[in-house]
């Protein structure tokens, strides 16, 4: 999935549906700083969990680092000679809430 694949766009806005539809974009701005400081400032708390506590900074994982990270290696398995070479294809499976 590149981000020239519909399924990426579709990706990102089901993303966007589901962490915005209770949170406004600047809660979800706010939560970022504090998810990348926890990150960068605060290493010690992530073993308490720290950089996923709260629904603000689960959003701002998924709607930044997620995709950032898809990026980032669908680049480098693309661009790395035999890197996917003999690599099973995973069927993608939609997970939904029993909630």
């Not at 504090?34 to 998924?62: C, H, N």
């Not at 790395?80 to 003999?86: D, G, I, R």
Request: net charge positive; glycine share 4%; proline share 5%.
């Amino acid at each position: 999935m590149s981000p020239t694949d519909d399924r990426f766009a579709h990706w990102i806005a089901a993303l966007e549906a589901k962490h915005l539809a209770e949170l406004t974009f600047p809660e979800v701005s706010r939560a970022l700083r504090a998810l990348s400081s926890t990150y960068v400032e605060r290493r010690q708390k992530l073993a308490q969990g720290a950089a996923l506590s709260g629904a603000g900074k689960r959003a701002a994982f998924a709607l930044f680092y997620g995709p950032l990270h898809h990026l980032l290696l669908t680049h480098i398995v693309e661009n790395l000679p035999s890197a996917s070479a003999n690599v099973p294809r995973m069927k993608l499976v939609r997970m939904t809430s029993s909630l």
